[in-house]
């Protein structure tokens, strides 16, 4: 139904920075709610940021502080600012969406997931 597309990832030093994009085609973005997790091999996905159609946002609290969600309605891209990395938050990133979703970092509150964009950080 919606194909979220991730991308920014790459590979960065532990206290730099990184930007992830999700973009989806659709005409009524704004009525969707939107979720990053991210993956480790042998794990399930973990909730990390998300943001309501309604602009109400949830942190993990290991992204708290570092991590800022938000959207660009104009170019319907949903972003994922990282700051602050750390060796722990490597993982597959992937972005998800649900329309008329309330923020929520369980996922299966998620139907329409991405490819997810790999983020390494090194120590």
């Known amino acids: 139904q919606v194909q979220p597309v991730e991308s920014g990832g790459g590979s960065v030093q532990a206290g730099g920075s990184l930007r992830l994009s999700c973009a989806v085609a659709?005409?009524?973005?704004?009525?969707?709610?939107w979720g990053w997790f991210r993956q480790v091999p042998g794990k399930g996905r973990e909730g990390v940021a998300a943001?309501?159609?309604?602009?109400?946002?949830i942190y993990a609290d290991s992204a708290k502080g570092r991590f800022t969600i938000s959207k660009d309605n104009a170019k319907s891209t949903l972003y994922l600012e990282m700051n602050s990395l750390k060796p722990e938050d490597t993982a597959m990133y992937y972005c998800?969406?649900?329309?008329?979703?309330?923020?929520?970092?369980?996922?299966?509150?998620?139907?329409?997931w991405g490819q997810g964009t790999q983020v390494t950080v090194s120590s």
């Open positions: 943001r309501g159609y309604d602009g109400g946002t």
């Open positions: 998800a969406a649900r329309r008329w979703g309330l923020a929520s970092l369980l996922e299966i509150d998620f139907s329409n």
């Open positions: 659709v005409s009524d973005y704004r009525s969707y709610g």
